[in-house]
């Protein structure tokens, strides 16, 4: 089946020839610490062979829940944050009809989410739409302690506890979570609820490949089997050291390359709308991976056309430390040709009969072609059509291509220490036990400002 292609001809210019090769020479000596796991975070690299070991077994569980799902409730609201599920949210926005929140019941449960903020209205505005609706939950957290999902989960939970009978609410909450420890586990066994595991070598924001992305995109009605096939061949394309045959290490150093050249920000761009939340998983991927030891590219993302109208200014014409990288969509999904208008007064009778997706592709070049004369280096990943196995690769390819790119800015890739800064001080201003000290400094820090 067709592939991913990479084009980094739209970085011509920006960059000395040898520190190319610098790169392109270092790229195999940092796959092989991914394969040998010698690199720093090696005991988290579980998503590494995952498309190709995920057992039919834990498929099979999956597909069986969503049958007995989804002629039960008409919803479900999948709890989580970060990993647990922008990766979910991706796939399920890229596959979706645009509109099908506003249609009527389809034959699979509509997907809602919470957890992913601390919005009072959110959270209340979400009670009050279930409040006649017949929903479950899934709740996914592998220590069931961090505040934003416990929080949503416990709100859901009492909910559904004072509608139902207790083995009701059993059947309508499903856990996915650690395998013996935390205080998720500890509930789901004293409640019974049906759980699925989160591998301990995989972190969140790799974990789309497991049931934490797996099991609320079956339930939205897509085909997992041709997710992970799609992610199961980029497994495999991308683990050769043949760089000319190796997308992913190419994105790795042409990334590289440029940030050694100044340039420290990257918009990834995308002409389809669908692909917002995919351009959203991404963000967290690199961003937490990358940002440490004040080391990083900083990762930021526009929906063009729309963003031309509002972004696209400083893009052509502001500081010089952008490069883009542009995911092209050879396929749309549906055809849909312009009329012509006898009165032609907005002036398009000149593309009456093409189909949109040809303006939005010249939209594309345009555009490229003015941000690369405006200094703005340009790499360009296409993708044959938005699918299930083509998103798939895509996300295969990204985390491949995260793992190969940290390891070059020699950071550990799977960690992230900087996101618990917040928890304490917020702990610390919420009277949480045990956070006593951290109490009283910062309320002398905040009475002396």
């Not at 399920?92 to 699979?108: M, N, V, Y």
């Not at 702990?427 to 036990?433: D, T």
Request: glycine content about 8%.
């Amino acid at each position: 089946m067709a592939t991913i292609q990479i084009d980094l001809s739209g970085m011509k210019g920006f960059f000395k020839a040898e520190d190319f090769e610098k790169f392109k020479k270092d790229s195999p000596v940092q796959q092989r610490k991914l394969q040998n796991k010698t690199g720093k975070g090696n005991d988290f690299l579980g998503w590494l062979d995952l498309p190709s070991k995920i057992s039919s077994d834990e498929i099979d569980q999956i597909n069986q829940l969503t049958a007995s799902v989804k002629n039960k409730v008409d919803f479900v609201v999948v709890i989580g944050i970060g990993g647990s599920y922008l990766g979910a949210k991706a796939i399920i926005e890229g596959l979706s009809d645009s509109f099908s929140a506003f249609r009527e019941k389809g034959t699979h449960p509509k997907i809602l989410f919470a957890g992913q903020n601390i919005g009072e209205d959110y959270h209340y505005e979400l009670l009050d739409f279930l409040k006649d609706k017949n929903y479950a939950v899934v709740v996914i957290s592998k220590s069931g302690t961090t505040t934003e999902p416990a929080l949503a989960f416990r709100l859901l939970k009492s909910d559904l506890e004072n509608r139902y009978s207790e083995s009701e609410v059993r059947n309508r909450i499903v856990a996915i979570t650690d395998s013996s420890k935390g205080a998720l586990r500890t509930l789901a066994d004293q409640k019974g609820y049906q759980t699925f595991i989160i591998p301990d070598d995989v972190g969140g924001r790799f974990s789309v490949l497991t049931p934490v992305g797996l099991l609320p995109i079956a339930l939205a009605g897509f085909n997992i089997e041709k997710l992970i096939e799609g992610a199961k061949d980029m497994e495999q394309t991308t683990s050769t050291e043949t760089f000319e045959n190796n997308v992913a290490a190419q994105y790795a150093v042409a990334r590289n390359v440029l940030y050694a050249e100044g340039k420290t920000n990257e918009i990834l761009v995308n002409y389809n709308p669908k692909l917002h939340f995919l351009a959203e998983w991404w963000k967290q991927l690199y961003g937490e991976s990358e940002g440490k030891e004040h080391k990083g590219i900083f990762p930021a993302s526009v929906d063009f056309s729309t963003d031309l109208h509002s972004m696209g200014q400083y893009i052509q014409d502001g500081k010089r430390n952008l490069f883009e990288t542009v995911i092209s969509v050879d396929k749309a999904r549906n055809e849909l040709r312009i009329p012509s208008d006898p009165e032609d007064l907005d002036k398009l009778n000149f593309i009456a009969g093409k189909r949109i997706d040809e303006v939005n592709k010249m939209a594309e070049l345009g555009t490229r072609l003015a941000h690369i004369d405006g200094g703005v280096p340009n790499i360009r990943i296409t993708i044959p059509e938005i699918s299930e196995y083509t998103l798939g690769q895509l996300i295969y390819f990204f985390e491949k291509a995260c793992a190969i790119s940290g390891y070059m800015l020699d950071v550990n890739p799977f960690d992230q220490p900087g996101v618990e800064d917040y928890k304490r001080n917020m702990f610390a201003l919420l009277g949480k036990a045990g956070y006593e000290a951290e109490t009283e400094k910062l309320r002398d820090r905040l009475q002396g400002e």
